[in-house]
């Protein structure tokens, strides 16, 4: 069974900054490209960052560029979200996701996803 278990979340200061972890099993890792997408209450899924599978290269909204940084360690199948200048609306449960093809910033593209981890920035 393919599973992508988040970790990480919590709440903290606007300002600060967390590290979300996403750990997988089941699967290939090297051959995925992965995803991070948040959904905020009363609002629609939306893309965050991307990363390929030998992770040269990443992508990101908007909106967290500059702040946010997309990895991961293949020998460990993990893919992580570094998030500083935290700010109110990055409010949101955070969710990782597997793609067999590109790392799109389309979540229809993606395979797989894990359950979520919440991350709530208090102003």
């Known amino acids: 069974q393919v599973q992508l278990i988040e970790s990480g979340g919590g709440l903290v200061q606007a300002g600060g900054s967390l590290r979300l972890s996403c750990q997988a099993s089941g699967l290939t890792f090297s051959r995925y490209a992965m995803g991070w997408f948040r959904q905020a209450p009363g609002k629609e899924r939306e893309f965050v960052a991307s990363i390929n599978r030998g992770g040269e290269n990443t992508y990101y909204a908007e909106s967290v560029k500059g702040r946010f940084t997309i990895s991961r360690d293949n020998a460990k199948n993990a893919v992580y979200l570094q998030m500083n200048s935290l700010k109110p609306e990055d409010t949101a449960v955070y969710y990782c996701?597997?793609?067999?093809?590109?790392?799109?910033?389309?979540?229809?593209?993606?395979?797989?996803w894990g359950q979520g981890t919440q991350v709530t920035v208090s102003s």
């Open positions: 996701a597997a793609n067999l093809v590109v790392p799109s910033t389309k979540s229809y593209d993606y395979d797989y």
